[in-house]
């Protein structure tokens, strides 16, 4: 599984920012989607998850309400749409994937496959 991650770039506070993740290497419909950041001096941090299947999403309460994981199946691409964006939400953003994985599974060590980071920096 090849994962690619762009979209990443400066915002405002209360600015949106949508970040895309193509799929490619193997059918999607067994995978779980999952997106993290991590701030410099910080673990890294899960964001939401999305299983490609049902369409079941989970978010980390921290973005929940601000943050969706929309997708376009044709494309086997998945998004976060970051909303109302905060200073906080300042980190690289990664998106991952694992086959037949939970969505409440917050650790990054659950999931076997990883795109580049793509740094979000909002300014206050």
Same mark, same amino acid.
């Given at each position: $599984?090849?994962? =690619?991650?762009s +979209?990443?770039?400066?915002?405002?506070? +209360?600015?949106?920012l949508?970040l895309?993740?193509?799929?490619?290497?193997? @059918?999607?419909?067994?995978? /779980?989607?999952?997106?993290?950041?991590?701030?410099?001096?910080? #673990?890294? #941090?899960?964001?939401?998850?999305?299983?490609? %299947?049902?369409?079941? %999403?989970?978010?980390?309460?921290?973005?929940k +309400?601000?943050?969706?994981?929309?997708?376009?199946?044709?494309?086997? %691409?998945?998004?976060? =749409?970051?909303?109302s964006?905060?200073?906080?939400? %300042?980190?690289?953003?990664?998106?991952?994937? $694992? /086959?037949?994985?939970?969505?409440?599974? @917050?650790? *990054?060590? *659950?999931?076997?496959?990883?795109? =580049? +980071?793509? =740094?979000? @920096?909002?300014?206050?």
């Amino acid at each position: $599984v090849q994962l =690619q991650a762009s +979209g990443g770039g400066l915002v405002q506070a +209360g600015g949106s920012l949508r970040l895309s993740c193509a799929v490619s290497g193997r @059918t999607v419909s067994s995978l /779980t989607m999952g997106w993290f950041r991590q701030a410099p001096g910080k #673990e890294r #941090e899960f964001v939401a998850a999305n299983r490609w %299947t049902g369409g079941a %999403t989970y978010y980390a309460d921290s973005v929940k +309400g601000r943050f969706t994981v929309p997708r376009d199946n044709a494309k086997n %691409t998945v998004f976060l =749409q970051m909303n109302s964006l905060k200073p906080d939400d %300042t980190a690289v953003y990664y998106c991952a994937a $694992v /086959t037949y994985g939970s969505i409440s599974n @917050t650790v *990054a060590s *659950a999931y076997d496959y990883w795109g =580049q +980071g793509t =740094q979000v @920096t909002v300014s206050s």
